[in-house]
């Protein structure tokens, strides 16, 4: 499979998909470290654990990965940990990310990785065991209702998603964002999304989906959910 295939007409590629494929982002994944951050409009800075995303399969991703079923989409895959765990472990597994320099980490870690976005037309459409949204990736586009809806679709009918949420219970947070380095130079600014578990599972209601359990470990939260 060719790390950088797409399918589907040509389109103007969004900002985030120019932020996540532009120099500080690319440069730290080579590097396997940050610091990175997310900048808010009001300058406030999010840190972006750049470290973890390079190394192996922590306690906490080994127990989301525990839950999965069949056949699983990596959404946001980063530089590929999970997909390569998955693939160790005797699962389907494919990683989809907007950045090239994700996309090509994964593949050096023996994983499958496509260079589409969440709103890309996809393989397998309809026929995912589980989906992942680790890492933050429920921020994707701005709007955590239209993700969920739109991962409904890839799924399978019953099919699991294990979304991680930050740690702020009462966190339902929409903003523009730039990623930026420690010299501080942002790329172009995109929509981004924040939510605790709370939010989640209230969105997820609206969305097509039931809460089936929830969890903290490591100091990360995670929630499942199934299609209704």
């Not at 990175?36 to 127990?63: H, N, Q, S, Y």
């Not at 990785?113 to 969440?118: Q, T």
């Not at 399978?156 to 130079?185: K, Y």
Request: with cysteine; glycine share 12%; aromatic share 6%.
């Amino acid at each position: 499979m060719r790390a950088a295939a797409r399918v589907g007409s040509r389109r103007t590629v969004p900002a985030a998909e120019r932020a996540w494929s532009a120099d500080p982002y690319a440069d730290a994944l080579h590097a396997g470290r940050g610091p990175l951050f997310l900048r808010r409009a009001d300058g406030r800075l999010l840190p972006l654990d750049v470290e973890r995303w390079c190394a192996e399969a922590d306690t906490a991703d080994l127990e989301v990965l525990r839950r999965c079923e069949g056949a699983v989409l990596d959404v946001g895959c980063g530089p590929g940990r999970l997909v390569a765990a998955l693939g160790a472990r005797g699962h389907r597994a494919l990683g989809i990310d907007v950045s090239e320099a994700a996309v090509a980490h994964t593949v050096r870690r023996g994983g499958q990785a496509l260079l589409r976005s969440v709103f890309d037309p996809l393989p397998g459409t309809g026929r995912w065991g589980t989906a992942l949204l680790m890492d933050g990736n429920l921020g994707i586009g701005g709007d955590p209702e239209a993700l969920l809806v739109r991962l409904a679709q890839l799924l399978s009918p019953g099919g699991r998603l294990i979304a991680e949420t930050v740690p702020h219970p009462d966190l339902d947070e929409r903003a523009l964002v730039q990623v930026t380095d420690a010299h501080g130079t942002p790329g172009a600014p995109f929509p981004w999304a924040r939510l605790g578990t709370p939010a989640l599972r209230r969105y997820a209601e609206g969305a097509g989906w039931r809460a089936e359990d929830e969890w903290s470990t490591g100091g990360r939260c995670f929630v499942a959910l199934r299609v209704k």
